[in-house]
Nanobody, 126 residues
Framework: QVQLVESGGGLVQVGGSLRLSCAVSGRTFSSYAMGWFRQAPGMEREFVAAINWSGDSLYYAKSVKGRFTISRDNAKNTVYLQMNSLKPEDTAVYYC???????????????????WGQGTQVTVSS
């Protein structure tokens, strides 16, 4: 059983920063590619960023590239999303997800991920 628990969300002003964390239970965390997604009210869940098992391959949505950074610490079974220069359109519930396929490449599709957290709310006020 793999469980994911996000934390670090909150209310921040435009231009501010937040760091989200996702703690993952399970002995095979280091073999999973990990992703972050977000879902705004009335919108589809969308891809934000992904990282491979070793942390040396990263993939970002165009809307966040240059502002957000995904990273992981396999010793702590945790993946992070550092969010800088936040905009009102970044407001959403943010979810982390684990891809257990071991395909060796990163995928942006929400259906490509096997395990999901419950989400953490990020609100950017103008």
């Amino acid at each position: 059983q793999v469980q994911l628990v996000e934390s670090g969300g909150g209310l921040v002003q435009v231009g501010g920063s937040l760091r989200l964390s996702c703690a993952v239970s399970g002995r095979t965390f280091s073999s999973y590619a990990m992703g972050w997604f977000r879902q705004a009210p009335g919108m589809e869940r969308e891809f934000v960023a992904a990282i491979n098992w070793s942390g040396d391959s990263l993939y970002y949505a165009k809307s966040v590239k240059g502002r957000f950074t995904i990273s992981r610490d396999n010793a702590k079974n945790t993946v992070y999303l550092q969010m800088n220069s936040l905009k009102p359109e970044d407001t959403a519930v943010y979810y982390c997800a684990a891809d257990g396929s071991r395909l060796g490449y990163l995928r942006p599709g929400r259906h490509d991920y096997d395990y999901w957290g419950q989400g953490t709310q990020v609100t950017v006020s103008s």
